[in-house]
């Protein structure tokens, strides 16, 4: 039985990884201040005695001490995600994405964790152009979000060479899967189109739809912060990862299986038209992930496709959201 500390543990991913290690006999503490995590999220998980909800702030130091105190390892998922949002809103951004972040650090050092494994972005890659992204070769940022979350991993490096604290970056490629948010402002593309379909309502999709993303469903992820606690390979901490599946469909393609796939349910989605818009400021054109690093260090082995977590995530919405 390990201790875990879930930072933004009421969010997506968050609530995931909580339930998934409880469920194999761990301590789980989740912190979260609500921002854009919900308390149903993790509902059913509050009457598990193995379950601890602080309710709080990474921007609070005292907060993160009080969630650090015996805790053996920190899976960092706190962050105010969207590249639209950091651009409308780059102070924010920055105050919960670093200086949160940093104040994790901390207190996780001074809690003497023994592992502080974080949530990095694909973002990182910037205005690189090459495919498929390889780890040690990014780009300038586009966004502010971006900035943000390149910060991060320099945090974690200057942490582990002078505190050695053991840190383990994963840069999570378009995350999809069961809880994710389909309302708000920010809302990830594939909830929200699942919504729109769902409601005979038009998907918009950004540029002529071409742009291609290397979308990762949610147990893949789970998978690879399973492998990051549980190494005891030295060459495989003090690093990043790229977590993703290592394939990359068009939004043109992951519209016309959603359709598909929604279309087993209620028929008339399949004549749902879609509508092109604008392409968005920030957004990267293509996203591929090399995954050979994390096969070759971490033992990882991605089950799920894009059409294979699409046919779970778009059950889930049916049955959770209709």
Not at 24 to 29: A, E, F, L, R, S
Not at 240 to 267: F, I, Q
């Amino acid at each position: 039985m390990k201790t875990l500390l879930v930072t933004g543990g009421a969010g997506f991913i968050g609530s995931n990884l909580c339930e998934y290690f409880l469920e194999k006999g761990n301590k789980v503490i989740c912190l979260d201040n609500f921002s854009t995590g919900h308390k149903h999220n993790i509902a059913h998980l509050l009457e598990n005695p193995n379950f601890t909800l602080i309710e709080g702030d990474i921007r609070n130091s005292e907060d993160c001490n009080k969630a650090t105190f015996g805790v053996d390892y920190v899976l960092h998922e706190a962050a105010l995600g969207s590249v639209p949002r950091s651009i409308n809103d780059p102070i924010t951004s920055n105050d919960v994405n670093v200086s949160g972040f940093l104040n994790m650090l901390v207190a996780a050092r001074d809690a003497k964790v023994k592992r502080f494994i974080y949530a990095a972005s694909s973002s990182t890659y910037g205005d690189s152009e090459s495919l498929p992204k390889v780890e040690n070769v990014i780009g300038k940022p586009l966004s502010p979000y971006a900035i943000t979350k390149y910060v991060n991993e320099l945090y974690a490096e200057i942490f582990s060479k002078t505190y050695g604290l053991e840190t383990i970056g994963l840069r999570y490629f378009n995350v999809f899967g069961r809880k994710q948010d389909p309302n708000g402002a920010y809302a990830a593309v594939i909830p929200k189109f699942v919504m729109q379909l769902m409601n005979h309502e038009s998907p918009i999709i950004n540029g002529d739809g071409n742009y291609s993303r290397d979308f990762t469903y949610i147990d893949n992820v789970i998978q690879m912060n399973e492998l990051a606690i549980n190494t005891t390979n030295q060459e495989a901490i003090n690093t990043v990862y790229n977590t993703a599946y290592g394939d990359r469909n068009t939004l043109n393609d992951l519209v016309a299986y959603l359709k598909e796939y929604l279309a087993a349910y209620d028929s008339k989605i399949a004549n749902v038209e879609v509508i092109h818009g604008s392409n968005r400021v920030g957004d990267i054109p293509h996203s591929l992930a090399s995954i050979d690093k994390a096969k070759k260090l971490l033992g990882y082995d991605p089950k799920y496709s894009m059409n294979e977590g699409l046919k779970e995530a778009v059950k889930w919405y049916w049955e959770n959201l209709k």
